[in-house]
């Protein structure tokens, strides 16, 4: 899985009202769904960060806005299914 990635971080006291913006890159397209679905390996990764997050007390441990971003991966195109014209 890829690193995660945070921007604008906000002060450790969370009175900052900014978002928090956590990139996960690039997942396969399955992962995504699931991950909309509230189900599967992604949704147990962003709440790990987000544990993480509150432990280092750059997010507070009430409500804060946190935006999750994943992207899905391009599908490979066969090579068989190419040559069939």
Known sequence: MSSNKTTNMTATDGTSTSPIVVDFGKHKAKLVKQLRN???????????TLDELRTAGTIAASAQTVIVVVRERRR??????????
């Open 76 to 85: 490979r195109k066969n090579v068989l299914s190419m040559l069939k014209v």
């Open 38 to 48: 509230g189900k599967g390996a992604l949704v147990d990764q962003v709440n790990q």
